[in-house]
């Protein structure tokens, strides 16, 4: 199904839709390679869960970093309200 809606992405010349917002701001800010590096670490971490207690610190650790992201994500989405 066709999005009614799309959003878009202006780099330099090129014109590429974004899947929501999220991906917008990834496409905007040029993240795209962090977001690439983030996913092999985060693939390479759960590869290494094999036990409860691995499990437990690789979860502490992805509680910690949402716990920072979320106050950002919480910014970033009220400036988009105010616009």
Known sequence: MK???PLYVVKGQNVEQAKNLFDM?????DLEPIMRILNQL???LLSQVKSYPM???VK????????QL???LQQVSG???KA
């Open 25 to 29: 701001l990834i496409k905007k800010l």
């Open 42 to 44: 985060l693939e390479f």
């Open 3 to 5: 999005n009614k809606n």
């Open 55 to 57: 499990f437990a610190v």
């Open 60 to 67: 502490s650790m992805i509680d910690q970093w949402m716990l």
């Open 79 to 81: 400036m988009f309200a």
């Open 70 to 72: 979320i106050p950002l």
